[in-house]
């Protein structure tokens, strides 16, 4: 008879180390009282007491199987299941992948289960089996939601179970009607009970991850988790179970608008950073399937301070405004705010065009908004920016039929940025006839047709850039320098 023991080991919350006695301050992390005490217990039977993993008797003397790499895309060929959700299939780069590992993190209301649930739904229309587990909500409060929602379909199973033992239990009893997507609400209530740490910690959560990651990939079942954040927005539990996952979505939106953005972070089956976007109705969540008609939608004419930036979520464009306001401060520091877009940023643009335009933004509070809720990060971002503050400090007004993209460096040139083509093309869809792009980029453009009064501006430097938005004001055709 195998003898159990118990061993005691501290662990921090914040980054998953593990010390053999409690420390004030992780010396991992840094991170200060982080540090709980976990009790692992384990067996000489072939249970590890440092990840409580257990090797079943039947699996001792199996073999580990390999394939070559010179196979027919055929063989190799990856199932995908469609989920009813266009945005959600352009997000997971083309649809759910079977035996794949999803980790689905957002606030809390923002309507995570909500999509999940939907999902389910679009699922078992593709006569798919889908086993929803909460450990949140009772049945009936799930089922409840569904229904007002109007989501009915028997191949949806709903249950409510903390003990992940008892859920792969009850998965592999089902020996006719195995599901093949399997969602858990939420990983952090699930626990081993053969671990003595509460649910949600770094070891309950580490080891219900490692147990429903070797479901998917052995079992050939899709499984997707919810996962909680923390007040910073990152997600909460060891960082490790970013590592495990194949995809890491976040799930995220203004309380203010009514819209929320499904992003991918981390994509082993497409590409990461591809944007999702839906409108939260009385209906549940409905796709927005054309996203800069929702980001321009209430934008003015001819306003000083707003352009528009043609950005890249992945590989799809996106259209949005962005707002800038420069006044005369009476502060020792002028203030610089900025929502949705790197404030760094903005001080390093400011810097630029007081040198090269002589500014006097070094004394002003300034304001940039990306309206809308959406957050930039890339530095394509620049020109527009830029251009909104050349049009709010010489009061000049911006046609509304202009659109922006490019990076300024410290010198105060325009360098390119990728896909330009594909920006260019989703702003012609939408009317627009000013495109002021990089003149790094203009050899992206030989096989643009552009029609009627459509045409492109190239710029080279933060001082033709202003020249040209004078000389589009005014309706007289711009000639750079280099062409006199």
Same mark, same amino acid.
């Given at each position: 008879?195998?003898?159990?023991?118990?061993?005691?080991?501290?662990?921090?919350?914040?980054?998953?180390?593990?010390?053999?006695?409690?420390?004030?301050?992780?010396?991992?992390?840094?991170?200060?009282?982080?540090?709980?005490?976990?009790?692992?217990?384990?067996?000489?039977?072939?249970?590890?007491?440092?990840?409580?993993?257990?090797?079943?008797?039947?699996?001792?003397?199996?073999?580990?199987?390999?394939?070559?790499?010179?196979?027919?895309?055929?063989?190799?060929?990856?199932?995908?299941?469609?989920?009813?959700?266009?945005?959600?299939?352009?997000?997971?780069?083309?649809?759910?992948?079977?035996?794949?590992?999803?980790?689905?993190?957002?606030?809390?209301?923002?309507?995570?289960?909500?999509?999940?649930?939907?999902?389910?739904?679009? !699922?078992?229309? #593709?006569? @798919?089996?889908?086993?929803?587990?909460?450990? $949140?909500?009772? +049945?009936? *409060?799930?089922? /409840?939601?569904?229904?007002?929602?109007?989501?009915?379909?028997?191949?949806?199973?709903?249950?409510?179970?903390?003990?992940?033992?008892?859920?792969?239990?009850?998965?592999?009893?089902?020996?006719?009607?195995?599901?093949?997507?399997?969602?858990?609400?939420?990983?952090?209530?699930?626990?081993?009970?053969?671990?003595?740490?509460?649910?949600?910690?770094?070891?309950?959560?580490?080891?219900?991850?490692?147990?429903?990651?070797?479901?998917?990939?052995?079992?050939?079942?899709?499984?997707?988790?919810?996962?909680?954040?923390?007040?910073?927005?990152?997600?909460?539990?060891?960082?490790?179970?970013?590592?495990?996952?194949?995809?890491?979505?976040?799930?995220?939106?203004?309380?203010?608008?009514?819209?929320? !953005?499904?992003? #991918?972070? @981390?994509?082993?089956?497409?590409?990461?950073? $591809?944007?999702? +976007?839906? *409108?939260?109705? /009385?209906?549940?969540?409905?796709?927005?399937?054309?996203?800069?008609?929702?980001?321009?939608?209430?934008?003015?004419?001819?306003?000083?301070?707003?352009?528009?930036?043609?950005?890249?979520?992945?590989?799809?464009?996106?259209?949005?405004?962005?707002?800038?306001?420069?006044?005369?401060?009476?502060?020792?520091?002028?203030?610089?705010?900025?929502?949705?877009?790197?404030?760094?940023?903005?001080?390093?643009?400011?810097?630029?065009?007081?040198?090269?335009?002589?500014?006097?933004?070094?004394?002003?509070?300034?304001?940039?908004?990306?309206?809308?809720?959406?957050?930039?990060?890339?530095?394509?971002?620049?020109?527009?920016?830029?251009?909104?503050?050349?049009?709010?400090?010489?009061?000049?007004?911006?046609?509304?039929?202009?659109?922006?993209?490019?990076?300024?460096?410290?010198?105060?040139?325009?360098?390119?940025?990728?896909?330009?083509?594909?920006?260019?093309?989703?702003?012609?869809?939408?009317?627009?006839?000013?495109?002021?792009?990089?003149?790094?980029?203009?050899?992206?453009?030989?096989?643009?047709?552009?029609?009627?009064?459509?045409?492109?501006?190239?710029?080279?430097?933060?001082?033709?850039?202003?020249?040209?938005?004078?000389?589009?004001?005014?309706?007289?055709?711009?000639?750079?320098?280099?062409?006199?």
């Amino acid at each position: 008879m195998a003898k159990s023991k118990a061993k005691t080991v501290y662990t921090c919350q914040n980054c998953g180390a593990q010390r053999p006695r409690w420390e004030g301050r992780c010396t991992d992390c840094g991170a200060w009282n982080t540090l709980v005490e976990e009790v692992y217990s384990s067996s000489t039977s072939g249970e590890s007491s440092a990840t409580g993993w257990r090797i079943e008797k039947s699996s001792v003397g199996a073999k580990m199987v390999a394939i070559s790499l010179d196979q027919s895309p055929e063989e190799l060929k990856l199932d995908r299941f469609e989920t009813g959700l266009s945005e959600f299939n352009r997000v997971l780069g083309g649809g759910l992948a079977r035996g794949s590992f999803v980790l689905l993190g957002g606030a809390p209301g923002i309507g995570k289960s909500t999509l999940l649930l939907q999902m389910a739904v679009g !699922l078992a229309n #593709s006569n @798919k089996k889908v086993l929803y587990v909460s450990g $949140e909500e009772s +049945v009936a *409060q799930t089922a /409840s939601r569904a229904h007002r929602l109007g989501l009915k379909n028997p191949k949806v199973d709903l249950a409510s179970e903390n003990n992940l033992s008892l859920i792969l239990e009850y998965i592999k009893t089902q020996k006719i009607e195995r599901p093949d997507v399997l969602i858990v609400d939420s990983i952090q209530t699930v626990f081993l009970p053969h671990l003595e740490s509460a649910p949600g910690s770094v070891s309950q959560v580490r080891e219900c991850a490692g147990h429903l990651m070797e479901l998917a990939k052995q079992g050939g079942i899709a499984v997707l988790l919810i996962g909680h954040v923390t007040k910073d927005g990152n997600l909460a539990g060891p960082k490790v179970l970013e590592h495990m996952v194949d995809c890491v979505l976040s799930f995220d939106g203004d309380p203010s608008y009514q819209y929320r !953005l499904l992003r #991918s972070i @981390k994509n082993r089956f497409g590409a990461a950073n $591809e944007l999702g +976007v839906f *409108q939260m109705n /009385s209906n549940g969540l409905e796709e927005v399937l054309n996203p800069s008609e929702l980001f321009l939608q209430d934008r003015g004419e001819n306003l000083m301070g707003s352009t528009v930036f043609s950005s890249m979520e992945g590989t799809r464009p996106l259209l949005c405004e962005i707002q800038a306001l420069s006044s005369a401060s009476t502060l020792a520091m002028p203030r610089r705010t900025t929502v949705g877009f790197d404030v760094n940023r903005v001080c390093l643009l400011t810097a630029v065009l007081d040198r090269y335009l002589d500014f006097r933004l070094a004394t002003a509070d300034l304001f940039v908004n990306v309206v809308g809720g959406l957050k930039i990060m890339e530095p394509a971002a620049d020109l527009a920016v830029a251009a909104a503050l050349i049009s709010s400090e010489s009061r000049h007004e911006i046609p509304a039929q202009a659109c922006f993209f490019g990076e300024i460096g410290l010198t105060g040139e325009v360098r390119g940025v990728s896909f330009p083509e594909l920006r260019v093309k989703e702003a012609v869809k939408l009317g627009f006839l000013q495109f002021f792009v990089p003149k790094a980029n203009a050899k992206h453009f030989s096989s643009l047709n552009l029609k009627g009064n459509q045409k492109i501006i190239y710029i080279e430097s933060v001082e033709q850039l202003r020249k040209a938005l004078t000389h589009e004001r005014s309706k007289k055709p711009y000639v750079s320098e280099r062409d006199i």
